[in-house]
Protein backbone atom coordinates (compact mmCIF):
# COMPACT_ATOMS: atom_id res chain seq x y z
CA UNK A 1 0.00 0.00 0.00
CA UNK A 2 1.00 3.23 -1.32
CA UNK A 3 0.96 6.60 1.08
CA UNK A 4 -1.25 9.46 -0.62
CA UNK A 5 -2.02 13.00 0.37
CA UNK A 6 -5.44 14.01 1.41
CA UNK A 7 -7.80 14.85 -1.06
CA UNK A 8 -11.03 16.51 -0.86
CA UNK A 9 -13.71 18.27 -3.47
CA UNK A 10 -14.55 21.64 -1.52
CA UNK A 11 -16.97 23.54 -3.52
CA UNK A 12 -18.39 27.37 -2.04
CA UNK A 13 -22.48 26.89 -1.77
CA UNK A 14 -25.53 28.49 -0.56
CA UNK A 15 -27.82 26.92 1.82
CA UNK A 16 -30.65 26.34 -1.13
CA UNK A 17 -28.15 24.54 -3.24
CA UNK A 18 -26.94 22.39 -0.23
CA UNK A 19 -31.24 22.05 0.69
CA UNK A 20 -31.34 20.92 -3.20
CA UNK A 21 -28.47 18.42 -2.97
CA UNK A 22 -29.54 16.94 0.36
CA UNK A 23 -32.89 16.43 -1.50
CA UNK A 24 -31.34 14.85 -4.44
CA UNK A 25 -30.20 11.31 -2.43
CA UNK A 26 -31.96 8.60 -3.41
CA UNK A 27 -32.77 7.41 0.25
CA UNK A 28 -34.54 11.14 0.24
CA UNK A 29 -36.34 10.92 -2.45
CA UNK A 30 -37.41 6.92 -1.60
CA UNK A 31 -38.87 8.29 1.79
CA UNK A 32 -40.46 11.35 0.28
CA UNK A 33 -42.21 8.63 -2.05
CA UNK A 34 -42.95 6.15 0.64
CA UNK A 35 -43.86 8.57 3.46
CA UNK A 36 -45.15 11.47 1.77
CA UNK A 37 -43.42 14.09 3.52
CA UNK A 38 -39.91 15.75 2.63
CA UNK A 39 -37.41 14.81 5.90
CA UNK A 40 -35.15 17.72 4.30
CA UNK A 41 -37.74 20.35 5.77
CA UNK A 42 -37.31 19.01 9.42
CA UNK A 43 -33.85 20.56 9.44
CA UNK A 44 -34.41 23.61 6.62
CA UNK A 45 -35.25 26.11 9.12
CA UNK A 46 -32.40 25.70 11.77
CA UNK A 47 -29.85 25.53 9.36
CA UNK A 48 -31.54 28.39 7.17
CA UNK A 49 -30.70 30.40 10.74
CA UNK A 50 -27.42 28.64 11.12
CA UNK A 51 -26.90 29.50 7.70
CA UNK A 52 -27.25 33.69 7.92
CA UNK A 53 -27.27 35.55 5.23
CA UNK A 54 -29.45 34.37 2.57
CA UNK A 55 -27.01 34.66 -0.36
CA UNK A 56 -23.92 33.52 1.89
CA UNK A 57 -21.43 30.87 0.78
CA UNK A 58 -20.03 28.68 2.48
CA UNK A 59 -17.31 25.99 2.03
CA UNK A 60 -18.64 22.59 1.33
CA UNK A 61 -16.16 19.93 1.54
CA UNK A 62 -15.69 15.87 0.67
CA UNK A 63 -13.03 14.60 1.99
CA UNK A 64 -11.80 11.89 -0.46
CA UNK A 65 -9.92 8.51 0.38
CA UNK A 66 -7.65 6.85 -2.35
CA UNK A 67 -6.26 3.58 -1.83
CA UNK A 68 -3.40 2.30 -4.19
CA UNK A 69 -0.37 0.07 -3.83
CA UNK A 70 1.24 -1.87 -6.51
CA UNK A 71 0.44 -5.39 -8.04
CA UNK A 72 2.49 -8.07 -7.87
CA UNK A 73 2.30 -9.26 -11.81
CA UNK A 74 4.13 -12.60 -11.06
CA UNK A 75 1.82 -13.50 -8.90
Given amino acids: RL ?4 FAIEVGW ?3 RLLGYLRSWSSVVRF ?3 QGVDPVQA ?3 PLR ?3 GAQDGQRAIRWPLTVLCG ?4 AA
Fill in 49 to 51: EAW
Fill in 43 to 45: IET
Fill in 32 to 34: RQS
Fill in 70 to 73: FVDS
Fill in 14 to 16: GVD
Fill in 3 to 6: ETPA
